[in-house]
């Protein structure tokens, strides 16, 4: 991305980006990316993730490479608004797992002059819409759609395909839990779990 500009010179000038896809799909790793450019250009930056999340670390955002980046664990977007004090750039991780209330909060930020760079799944594993990401991803100035590798034809991959019959929308999981698949492949594996189900029932 071209966005670390220098903000010394200027007024400040809020925005919001969004990185969106499916499970593996280099989401986080594109985020911490972006948030390590910040800090190598002497900005203010805080980091932020849902309190749930705690599959690596308790207070770090983690990439499925195991890349890493301090973070603050927060239970609910105010709490954002409330730590933000004093800063130039603030990253959201995992943002499908926090309350619509994520959409005012960044649009405050970016009205105060702060760069919201934010990372979730656009689709639950049903397929739908998940949390407030859609919201985002129509009010931000600039959406980075990342696509992972489809495990079973190699194709891109923008759903993510829950291999448990577990049915609570969230369920934190790696890829004992999760496969990325591809459209096609998605609807076949629902299907087929669709027949198992009726099988043993």
């Known amino acids: 991305m071209f966005l670390e500009n220098s903000i010394n010179d200027m007024p400040r000038k809020g925005w919001i980006e969004v990185i969106a896809g499916s499970m593996f799909s280099g989401k986080t790793e594109e985020l911490i990316r972006r948030l390590k450019r910040v800090e190598i250009s002497k900005q203010k930056v805080e980091i932020f993730k849902p309190q749930i999340d705690t599959r690596y670390s308790e207070d770090e955002v983690v990439s499925h490479d195991a890349n890493t980046i301090r973070s603050t664990p927060v239970s609910s977007p105010m709490n ?35 760069r919201v760079i934010v990372a979730g799944l656009d689709m639950d594993f049903q397929g739908n819409p998940f949390g407030p990401i859609p919201a985002l991803m ?51 594996a629902v299907k087929e779990q669709k027949i198992k189900k009726n099988e043993s029932s």
Request: with cysteine.
């Open 80 to 114: 954002i608004l409330l730590l933000a004090n004093d800063i130039d750039v603030v990253g959201i991780d995992e943002a499908q797992f926090f309350d619509n209330g994520l959409v005012e909060v960044c649009n405050k930020l970016a009205n105060s002059g702060i």
């Open 138 to 188: 129509a009010i931000a100035e600039y959406v980075t759609k990342v696509h992972a590798i489809c495990m079973r034809c190699g194709n891109l991959a923008h759903f993510s395909h829950r291999l448990s019959d577990a049915d609570k929308l969230v369920l934190l999981g790696e890829k004992n839990e999760y496969e990325p698949l591809c459209r096609n492949c998605y609807n076949k």
